[in-house]
């Protein structure tokens, strides 16, 4: 009774993480308040983490679809078995590892920070400056948030469920300003007047897609298709198709 029991459980489990792909569906969890990377135009989620994973999905010959969700409810969507992978700007972590499987790097991700263009606030260093005591924005869950409460202090930091939350609390004078990937900060910039983006980095990171650990068929075929995808110049393409080169 007890073997069966246990086989039971088993097949439950292999069930719950592969019941996405068991209608040759190629499911995505994503936060689509991510520009470049996922975002809406009108009402499909476009981008390139979209275009990529669908351009994978073709190349597995699986249909696509994309499920819009709160960014630090996507691994747990992907070790649930409610999606078969997470794509958002997610960069590679010790942390995150410890959780679900990464896949190839795909792209190289820069942190970066917004003020106000008459921010006190010049260079990244100025965060750091002995009394300095900044109010920081970032977006829950990111490496942004990550890395700006070891650096600066839990007390430092608000959190806000996307990117664009903290650029209008940024706008709005309730923080000093916003730590955030350099693609988006770039496009919150580009729609809010009188912002900037300062000129030096916060962090350099890996962006990959995530995959449950108990998924390993379908991380192998993933990522043997996404190796295809970045040797053919397909990802550069699509990367250069929402990244224009400066």
């Known amino acids: 009774m007890k073997k069966l029991l246990a086989l039971a459980l088993t097949l439950m489990m292999t069930l719950s993480f592969t019941a996405a792909l068991a209608d040759n569906t190629l499911t995505m969890a994503t936060n689509a308040s991510f520009p470049p990377y996922e975002y809406y135009e009108?009402?499909?989620?476009?981008?390139?983490?979209?275009?990529?994973?669908?351009a994978i999905a073709a190349k597995l010959g699986m249909e696509f679809e994309v499920a819009d969700m709160d960014f630090d409810a996507i691994i747990g969507a992907v070790q649930s078995g409610k999606a078969d992978v997470g794509m958002a700007g997610m960069t590679v972590t010790e942390?995150?590892?410890?959780?679900?499987?990464?896949?190839?790097?795909?792209?190289t991700g820069i942190q970066s920070v917004?003020?106000?263009?008459?921010?006190?606030i010049t260079t990244v260093d100025d965060l750091y400056a002995e009394g300095a005591s900044y109010k920081i924005g970032v977006q829950l869950s990111t490496t942004g948030d990550i890395y700006a409460t070891d650096d600066f202090g839990d007390e430092?930091?608000?959190?806000?469920?996307?990117?664009?939350?903290?650029?209008?609390a940024l706008v709005a004078g309730k923080i000093d300003c916003v730590i955030i990937d350099n693609e988006p900060a770039k496009a919150?910039?580009?729609?809010?007047?009188g912002l900037k983006v300062l000129d030096t980095s916060y962090a350099v990171e890996d962006?990959?897609?995530?995959?449950?650990?108990?998924?390993?068929?379908?991380?192998?075929?993933?990522?043997?298709?996404?190796?295809?995808?970045?040797?053919?110049?397909?990802?550069?393409?699509?990367?250069g198709k929402y990244i224009k080169a400066e």
């Not at 430092?156 to 209008?168: C, E, I, Q, S």
């Open 42 to 54: 009108g009402e499909a989620i476009v981008g390139i983490d979209v275009e990529i994973c669908a």
């Open 114 to 120: 917004i003020v106000k263009e008459d921010s006190p």
């Open 188 to 193: 919150y910039v580009a729609s809010n007047a």
């Open 156 to 168: 430092n930091v608000l959190r806000f469920p996307n990117g664009n939350d903290a650029t209008m």
């Open 207 to 239: 962006y990959a897609a995530c995959i449950a650990k108990n998924n390993t068929e379908l991380l192998e075929k993933f990522d043997a298709a996404l190796t295809e995808l970045i040797a053919d110049g397909t990802v550069a393409e699509i990367i």
């Open 95 to 107: 942390e995150r590892a410890m959780m679900i499987n990464f896949s190839s790097s795909y792209a």
